[in-house]
Each structure stands twice: as C-alpha cells, then as structure tokens.
C-alpha cells in the first residue's frame, strides 16, 4: 500500500514552494523532495547545487497527535485518530564568491542576504498555498497548519540559506 498521507502533503508543498519562488527573481535551478535527517547541497566536480539553488522538501517527522500538533504519549496502533505531519523546506544559496584573494564586499554580502529573503517570502507564501489547498479540499478542510521557525543555515563551506517547517494534521488512514 503507498502513503497517503504524508507524501501526498510533501508534493503538495513542493508544488507550492516551486511556484512561489519561480516568480522571484533568480529562482533555485532545483527544486525536489530530499530525504533524511540533514540536507546537504550535493557538488561534484561537474555540478554545485548550492551555487545553482536549490530548493527542497523533505518529511522531517511523523508522529500520532490526539491534540495537535502534541505528540501522543502512549501510542497503540490504530487508536488515534491522526498524525502530525512536520515537512521540512529549505533553499540553499551560493555564499558570494572573489576571483581575487579579497574577502567578499558588503554589496555582495548584501545581495545575498536579499536573496536568502526572497527565499524566506516564498517559503511562506508556500505554506499558505498547501493551507489554502487543505482548506479547499473536503477530505482535507479544518486540517491545521501550523508555520514554524525560519531558521538560517549555517554560513560556511560556500553554501547558506535558510530553512522553515511547517505542521500538518493529516487523518490516519492506516487502520
């Protein structure tokens, strides 16, 4: 049996995180589901993710809620009603770059730090498009959506950005 439940919002929110920052200027050149615990922008000799952009969602956690978005406690298969569901998005960016042995000028260190906002008003625009979906569905409508913290990624090794979370109650359609 596939997943209904989580994956079916990752798509949803990958469709609207995409969208949002394709009509920003200097859109992300990838835009993907990722998975694990930490994302990294992949390099190789031949191509760099991070200088390209890129742009992803990922399941970050999955957990029975009775009151969401807190986690049940004590858990028995089949007795809760729902899951939390918390999608993980995140933009990475090239940190400025010299041709010459001189550190990078505050213009440059400015251009980037607008460009990482962009990121920022896209991803939220992003969140309210899968709540507005959610809300739009009946299957889905009165399903809570709860914006986390944007936080940045940590400067450093050429590649920053940021990332922002969001929580989303899904019914359990397991049992």
Same mark, same amino acid.
């Given at each position: 049996?596939?997943?209904?439940?989580?994956? $079916?919002?990752?798509?949803?929110?990958?469709?609207?995180?995409?969208?949002?920052?394709?009509? +920003?200027?200097?859109?992300?050149?990838? /835009?993907?589901?990722?998975?694990?615990?930490?994302?990294?922008?992949?390099?190789?000799?031949?191509?760099?993710?991070?200088?390209?952009?890129?742009?992803?969602?990922? &399941?970050?956690? &999955?957990?029975?809620?009775?009151?969401?978005?807190?986690?049940?406690?004590?858990?028995?298969?089949?007795?809760?009603?729902?899951?939390?569901?918390?999608?993980?998005?995140? *933009?990475?960016?090239?940190?400025?770059?010299?041709?010459? *042995?001189?550190?990078?000028? /505050?213009?440059?260190?400015?251009?980037?730090?607008?460009?990482?906002? +962009?990121?920022?008003?896209?991803?939220?625009?992003?969140? /309210?498009?899968?709540?507005?979906?959610?809300?739009?569905? $009946?299957?889905?409508?009165? +399903?809570?959506? &709860?914006?986390? *913290?944007?936080?940045?990624?940590?400067?450093?090794?050429?590649?920053?950005?940021?990332?922002?979370?969001? &929580?989303?109650?899904?019914? +359990?359609?397991? /049992?």
């Amino acid at each position: 049996m596939a997943d209904n439940m989580a994956l $079916p919002l990752a798509n949803q929110l990958l469709e609207c995180l995409c969208d949002a920052l394709a009509t +920003n200027p200097n859109p992300p050149a990838q /835009c993907c589901l990722r998975v694990g615990d930490v994302v990294y922008a992949d390099f190789n000799q031949f191509q760099d993710q991070c200088c390209e952009g890129l742009a992803y969602v990922r &399941i970050a956690r &999955i957990f029975p809620s009775h009151e969401f978005p807190a986690q049940l406690e004590t858990w028995t298969p089949c007795t809760n009603l729902q899951f939390a569901v918390e999608l993980e998005m995140g *933009v990475f960016r090239c940190e400025p770059q010299q041709e010459t *042995v001189d550190l990078p000028s /505050c213009d440059a260190w400015t251009a980037t730090a607008t460009q990482v906002a +962009n990121d920022w008003e896209a991803m939220t625009r992003a969140a /309210c498009c899968l709540d507005e979906q959610l809300q739009a569905d $009946p299957a889905t409508r009165g +399903n809570p959506l &709860i914006m986390g *913290v944007w936080q940045p990624t940590n400067s450093g090794g050429g590649c920053t950005g940021g990332t922002l979370s969001v &929580i989303v109650a899904t019914m +359990n359609c397991a /049992c």
